[in-house]
């Protein structure tokens, strides 16, 4: 029993931790070291929006905390060598499902927008869909230090 709250205890807590992996790719979202950097600002319309996921991360933790549960419960099928057994199995399976749950929670739904600069010129930006975008809006990408984004 003590087994059992253990392993429901590490996974919720790896949850957690997962969801606060979820990095911020959107247009409002920066890192702390784009503070204070210049700009470029350019203006444009949109010419088109398309809906994209974005990959979630592979930080290791899912692998980690699939593994020890599935090796606990595994170790809970039989004794002895098939007991060992059982958390080897148990251990290898719930750390590959760790890792595909991951990078399937910290995906995000995100957006490919082509914008028709005022010099006549396309460019097409991915981020996080934390906007909402129209073919026909006005708005302004800014760009600096290899980052580019759309804003209204």
Request: net charge neutral.
């Amino acid at each position: 029993m003590k087994q059992h709250i253990l392993a429901i205890t590490f996974l919720c807590s790896g949850a957690l931790l997962l969801n606060g992996c979820v990095a911020g790719q959107g247009g409002g979202d920066y890192a702390r070291g784009e503070a204070r950097q210049e700009q470029s600002v350019r203006t444009g319309v949109i010419e088109s929006v398309r809906e994209v996921r974005l990959e979630g991360t592979r930080s290791g933790i899912g692998t980690v905390a699939g593994g020890v549960a599935g090796g606990i419960g595994g170790a809970q099928i039989a004794h002895g060598w098939l007991g060992a057994l059982g958390a080897l199995a148990g251990a290898v399976g719930g750390g590959l499902l760790g890792q595909v749950a991951e990078e399937g929670v910290t995906g995000r739904k995100g957006v490919e927008i082509t914008v028709r600069l005022d010099n006549g010129s396309l460019v097409a930006i991915t981020q996080a869909a934390d906007e909402e975008f129209r073919p026909g809006d006005r708005v302004r990408i800014l760009s600096g230090g290899g980052v580019s984004r759309v804003t209204h």
